[in-house]
């Protein structure tokens, strides 16, 4: 059974950082691309970053380039995301996935909350 449980939300001052991780259980986690989403109340998730199964090509949506770093250590199966210069708009939940065989798993989601 496939689990994937993310940790290290909270609250934070625009401007610091955060730290998520999503520790994966269930599956070949090496063996697969994984992604983190995030999600405003009544809207659909949306990507956030990606990362090949080496950790050695990533991707991010425009509005995280350059202040959030996606990486993994396959040997522990745990996936991050280093938030940096955190903006009230990165407030959101969210997820850790990863698909296989069209199938996509999903975290129970993670509340970052960026506020003064």
């Known amino acids: 059974q496939v689990q994937l449980v993310e940790s290290g939300g909270g609250l934070v001052q625009p401007g610091g950082s955060l730290r998520l991780s999503c520790a994966a259980s269930g599956f070949t986690f090496s063996s697969f691309f994984m992604r983190w989403y995030r999600q405003y109340p009544g809207k659909e998730r949306e990507l956030v970053a990606a990362?090949?199964?080496?950790?050695?090509?990533?991707y991010y949506a425009d509005s995280m380039k350059g202040r959030f770093t996606i990486s993994r250590d396959n040997a522990n199966s745990t996936l991050y995301l280093q938030m940096n210069s955190l903006k009230p708009e990165d407030t959101a939940v969210y997820y850790c996935?990863?698909?296989?065989?069209?199938?996509?798993?999903w975290g129970k989601g993670n509340l970052v909350t960026v506020s003064s």
């Open positions: 996935h990863v698909m296989r065989d069209s199938i996509n798993d």
């Open positions: 990362i090949d199964t080496t950790g050695r090509n990533t």
